[in-house]
C-alpha cells in the first residue's frame, strides 16, 4: 500500500479528504496540529491522529491539506524531513505559482483542484442533487498539475486526487499557471463576482417591488436556460432579439472595456496568487 500523510487531517478540507480515503488501497496517517482538528476527526470519522514525525515516516505521499498563506512556511519546515522522491500535492495552485515553494528538485511538487459538480448534470439521488461542493456524492471534474518531478509520478498523484475528490469524472490535465489562470482569475474573480453580482442585481429587483421568491424563480430559471446557450449545452438555443438589444446595450454599462486584459495579464494573475499565498512580494 502507498503510504500517505496527510496534514491538516482535521480541518474542513482535511476532513473531507479523510473521509475519500478510508476504504482506499492508501495507507494514510492523519497529522493535525490542533486540538480542535484532533477532536473532530475522532468525533467525525472515529480517526486518530499521529505525530508529524510518526506521520512521515516513510510517506511516499504528503498532501498539504492548509491554508495556501501556510504552504511555503510549513513546506519549507517540511522539507528536510522528506526523502527525495516524495510526491507533495497541493490543493490550489495559489502557492506553487507564486513561487513560495522551497527549492528542492528532488522532491515532486503536484497541484490538483476540484471543478466542483457541474450545474448541467445527470444526477437523480437526492444526495447527489444536494452535494454542491462535490467530493461526496456528486461527480465532479479535476484539474492536476505535475509543477516538477518525475513523469511516473503523474499517474500516482492524479489517482490519489481522484481519490480525495470522488467521484471523480475527467481529470484534467494543465499547468500550474493554467490552474492559476482558472482560480482565482477564471471562476473566483470573475465568476463569484459575477455571481454576487446577479444576487445583487435580483435583490434590487425585490427591492423595487417584485416578490421575492418571484425575483428567485424567474432570475435561475433564466440562468439555466441563458448559460445552456452561452456555453453551448444547448446548441439549437438562440437569444432572443430582444435579449441581444439588452445585452448590446448593458456591456458598455456594467463593464469597462479592457476588463478580461485586466484580470487575466499574467501579472496580475501572480499578484493575485501572491496575495493569497502570503508572499511578501505581493502588490
Known amino acids: 500500500m502507498t503510504r500517505i500523510a496527510l496534514l491538516g487531517a482535521g480541518g474542513k478540507m482535511g476532513v473531507r479528504l479523510s473521509r475519500n480515503l ?83 528538485p528532488d522532491l515532486t511538487y503536484f497541484v490538483t483542484h476540484p471543478c466542483h459538480p457541474p450545474i448541467f448534470n445527470d444526477e437523480v439521488t437526492a444526495e447527489a442533487k444536494a452535494d454542491f461542493f462535490g467530493g461526496v456524492a456528486a461527480k465532479q471534474h479535476i484539474v492536476c498539475a505535475l509543477m516538477q518531478g518525475d513523469e511516473a509520478h503523474y499517474a500516482l498523484c492524479e489517482e490519489v486526487s481522484r481519490a480525495i475528490y470522488a467521484p471523480v469524472m475527467r481529470a484534467h490535465r494543465c499547468s500550474v499557471e493554467a490552474i492559476a489562470i482558472l482560480e482565482p482569475a477564471m471562476s473566483e474573480t470573475v465568476g463569484a463576482t459575477l455571481a454576487l453580482a446577479l444576487r445583487e442585481a435580483t435583490d434590487e429587483a425585490i ?6 421568491q418571484a425575483a428567485f424563480d424567474f432570475m435561475l430559471g433564466h440562468l439555466t436556460i441563458e448559460l445552456a446557450i452561452a456555453f453551448e449545452v444547448f446548441p439549437e438555443g438562440k437569444f432572443s432579439d430582444g435579449a441581444l438589444h439588452a445585452i448590446d446595450a448593458a456591456r458598455p454599462v456594467i463593464f469597462r472595456d479592457g476588463w478580461l486584459d485586466a484580470v487575466f495579464d499574467p501579472e496580475a494573475v501572480l499578484a493575485s496568487v501572491r496575495e493569497i499565498a502570503g508572499d511578501p512580494q505581493a502588490v
Open 22 to 104: 478510508s476504504g482506499t488501497r492508501f495507507d494514510v496517517a492523519h497529522c493535525e496540529v490542533s486540538e480542535v482538528g484532533r477532536t473532530r476527526l475522532k468525533d467525525e470519522l472515529g480517526i486518530d491522529c499521529v505525530d508529524l514525525e510518526q506521520g512521515l515516516a516513510g510517506a511516499e505521499v504528503v498532501i498539504l491539506a492548509v491554508p495556501d498563506r501556510l504552504i511555503g512556511q510549513i513546506l519549507a519546515d517540511l522539507a528536510p524531513r522528506l526523502a527525495a522522491g516524495t510526491a507533495v500535492i497541493m490543493l490550489d495552485a495559489a502557492a506553487a505559482h507564486a513561487g513560495t515553494l522551497p527549492d528542492r
Open 207 to 212: 427591492r423595487r417591488g417584485v416578490p421575492r
